[in-house]
């Protein structure tokens, strides 16, 4: 046993950490700005903070450049680096109204999400669809997915169940920084299939890729929905 113990530790040093990605330490507040976009692949967990955390894949910040560009700043997680580049500006999508990211009071922001997380998400309950009830603690456990989307007037957060054959997400959003108010929606459950459903054979072991490389989507409620209605 003790022989194996400088092997282990070595294997233990060659084995690369996996790093939170800190969108916070790429917004530049006195820069003016359209919009901040993440996307993660948690391994559950609902994040504490969606915008520093290990599980986040792409990132993009635009900055105002010009009438006809933007400077972005993006990260993507198949390379692990950041990049700067100008690209077009598109006012007709999401580069219309520049604003300065100070507008937002980030501490209540935070604040106000926290407390969702350790009040609201463990304790929604009640019928998912067809007579299925929420398993517990679900929006605290069986996180798929996370989208944070922030402008001039929306500070949001979006977070994702299952979604194979039916697609649940619940959102938490603060609108008007100058006068702000922020809430929890009420989970929303989707019919229309975000991703075609997924098989499963007898004998097949089940895979769990959390991070940057997960598969969108878990298979908890449509097996419910299938044991129901096979009932």
């Known amino acids: 046993m003790k022989k194996l113990l400088p092997l282990l530790f070595a294997f233990l040093l060659l084995t690369p950490a996996v790093n939170a990605v800190n969108v916070w330490e790429h917004i530049n507040t006195s820069r003016e700005m359209y919009s901040v976009s993440v996307t993660a692949f948690p391994c559950g ?31 993507s997680a198949y390379d692990g680096k950041w990049t700067e580049k100008v690209s077009p500006r598109y006012p007709q999508y999401w580069d219309k109204n520049p604003f300065n990211f100070s507008i937002w009071n980030v501490t209540r922001v935070m604040e ?7 009040n609201y998400l463990p304790n929604i309950t009640g019928e998912v669809i067809d007579g299925v009830e929420w398993p517990e603690k679900y929006w605290v456990r069986r996180i798929s997915r996370w989208k944070v989307w922030i402008n001039a007037s929306k500070f949001q ?4 169940g299952d979604c194979t054959e039916i697609c649940v997400y619940v959102t938490f959003q603060c609108r008007n920084p100058e006068n702000m108010t922020c809430n929890w929606s009420k989970p929303i459950v989707e019919t229309h299939p975000m991703m075609p459903p997924t098989t499963t054979t007898t004998g097949q072991k089940d895979k769990k890729t959390c991070g940057p490389g997960a598969i969108l989507g878990l298979a908890l409620l449509p097996a419910l929905l299938r044991r129901r209605r096979g009932g």
Do not use: C, K, M
Not at 157 to 160: A, E, G, R, W
């Open 45 to 75: 967990e609902s994040p504490r903070d969606p915008l520093n955390h290990s599980a986040i894949a792409v990132v993009e910040i635009r900055y105002a450049l010009d009438e006809e560009h933007v400077f972005s700043v993006s990260y």
């Open 157 to 160: 957060v979006t977070l994702y």
């Open 112 to 118: 106000e999400y926290q407390w969702g997380l350790e």
